[in-house]
Antibody, heavy 121, light 108 residues
Framework: QLQLQESGSGLVKPSQTLSLTCGVSGGSINSGGYSWNWIRQPPGKGLEWIGHVFHGGSTYYNPSLKGRVTISEDRSKNDFSLTLNSVTAADTAVYYCARENFLAATGFDFWGQGILVTVSS | SSELTQDPAVSVALGQTVRITCQGD??????VSWYQQKPGQAPELVIY???NRPSGIPDRFSGSSSGNTASLTITGAQAEDEADYYC???????????FGGGTKLTVL
């Protein structure tokens, strides 16, 4: 059974950089046909897709994040990471990593438990 | 703003049928997936593709689509179905993922 686990700092100061990693176990991020995603949810609000990385390293990002975001994979560690620059209080959210079966269009079938990141001085 | 539109809240009497809808231009070209989220938990996939349920999802959950509108139907709603429900698909470019704003389902 595939498992995803987010890790990283839960508190980031305004204007600084948010960095999170999603560790994947029970499967390989090298498997073709999948995208590895970051999704966030501000307190009391809905889900927002941040972006994804495919096997091979190609990426797509939510245009609303205006170039502040980078998602990368580390095949040797079987994980993928999120970097979000110049954070503000509006970036406070629970951050989830999730797998999408892109080729089969089966949606986000596995999710991490989520990690709360608070932006505050 | 979301390119997929959902009603913010819907209610259903216990044991009755409820339909939750999701509208968006991209739904004419791309399948929608549906997720259930209970407080303090990660979302869980309940419907994907044309009308498919992951293993373990009760068969009272079903999906359908027509034109720019997709629907999640719960036939015989149970108390444990009370949750937030989100739809997701692609945007019209096909390159980006979008979520609906979510529907809070109350089972009366």
């Amino acid at each position: 059974q595939l498992q995803l686990q987010e890790s990283g700092s839960g508190l980031v100061k305004p204007s600084q950089t948010l960095s999170l990693t999603c560790g994947v176990s029970g499967g390989s991020i090298n498997s073709g046909g999948y995208s590895w995603n970051w999704i966030r949810q501000p307190p009391g609000k809905g889900l927002e897709w941040i972006g994804h990385v495919f096997h091979g390293g190609s990426t797509y990002y939510n245009p609303s994040l205006k170039g502040r975001v980078t998602i990368s994979e580390d095949r040797s560690k079987n994980d993928f990471s999120l970097t979000l620059n110049s954070v503000t209080a509006a970036d406070t959210a629970v951050y989830y990593c999730a797998r999408e079966n892109f080729l089969a269009a089966t949606g986000f079938d596995f999710w991490g438990q989520g990690i709360l990141v608070t932006v505050s001085s | 703003s979301s390119e997929l539109t959902q009603d913010p809240a819907v209610s259903v009497a216990l044991g009755q049928t409820v339909r939750i809808t999701c509208q968006g231009d991209s739904l004419r070209d791309y399948y929608v997936s549906w997720y259930q989220q209970k407080p303090g938990q990660a979302p869980e996939l309940v419907i994907y593709g044309k009308n498919n349920r992951p293993s373990g999802i009760p068969d009272r959950f079903s999906g359908s689509s027509s034109g720019n509108t997709a629907s999640l139907t719960i036939t015989g709603a149970q108390a444990e179905d009370e949750a937030d429900y989100y739809c997701n698909s692609r945007d019209t470019s096909g390159n980006h993922v979008v979520f609906g704003g979510g529907t809070k389902l109350t089972v009366l």
